[in-house]
């Protein structure tokens, strides 16, 4: 069964630093893109960005560029999302998918979202 | 870039017919993707490459698309069916090829 699997909820401060982390399993892991996407409180999904595991090739949406970090870790079929310096704005759920690899991409299989709130 | 333009709202009787429409320039000529999101859940695939059903996604759920709008149908809508639903398109030879739509809350009455 193909599975990914977020690291749990995280609050922190404005100024903190967090990596959360989307774990695949049943497939391999570097034939498939993995995406980052958002969603705030009553507001739509918004792509954050997207890697290719097996050749680390990583994009990220114009919104989100210089702001997050994207990598991956094919030892540990391993996706992680990372900010060096969190502000309020950066809250809220984040999801993972795994897109196929393919002319016409579309995302099969998604993570149970992680929370991140950043309060002081 | 390319955008995908959704109506922001939908309300629909149960058992009546639901369409969701997603604009775009000639979105005829790319294969569109469709996610249902019910609250407090992941999204999660309803339709890809226009019109093919993923297994699990009832009959009822049907998706078409030509010249400027895809569609996603609903037949003989249930109360289970109320949910946001977020188009998508892939563009590859893009540094930004993940192209969604802001999605419909669909309101079943």
């Known amino acids: 069964e193909v599975q990914l699997v977020q690291s749990g909820p995280e609050v922190k401060k404005p100024g903190e630093a967090l990596k959360i982390s989307c774990q695949g399993s049943g497939y391999i892991f570097t034939t498939h893109w993995i995406a980052w996407v958002r969603q705030t409180p009553g507001q739509g999904l918004e792509w954050v960005g997207i890697?290719?595991?097996?050749?680390?090739?990583?994009r990220y949406s114009p919104s989100f560029t210089g702001r997050v970090t994207i990598s991956a870790d094919t030892s540990r079929n391993t996706a992680y999302l990372m900010w060096d310096t969190l502000t309020s704005a950066d809250s809220g759920t984040y999801y993972c998918a795994r897109l196929r690899k393919d002319a016409y991409s579309y995302a099969d299989q998604w993570g149970q979202g992680t929370l991140v709130t950043v309060s002081s | 870039s390319f955008v995908l333009t959704q109506p922001p709202s939908l309300s629909v009787a149960p058992g009546q017919t639901a369409s969701l429409p997603c604009g775009g320039d000639d979105i005829g000529s790319k294969s569109v993707h469709w996610y249902q999101q019910r609250s407090g859940q992941a999204p999660r695939l309803v339709m890809y490459y226009d019109s093919d059903r993923p297994s699990g996604i009832p009959q009822r759920f049907s998706g078409s698309n030509s010249g400027n709008t895809a569609t996603l149908t609903i037949s003989r809508v249930e109360a289970e069916d109320e949910a946001d639903y977020y188009c998508q398109v892939w563009d590859g030879s893009s540094d930004h090829p993940v192209i969604l739509g802001g999605g419909t809350k669909l309101t079943v009455l």
């Open positions: 890697v290719s595991p097996g050749d680390l090739d990583i």
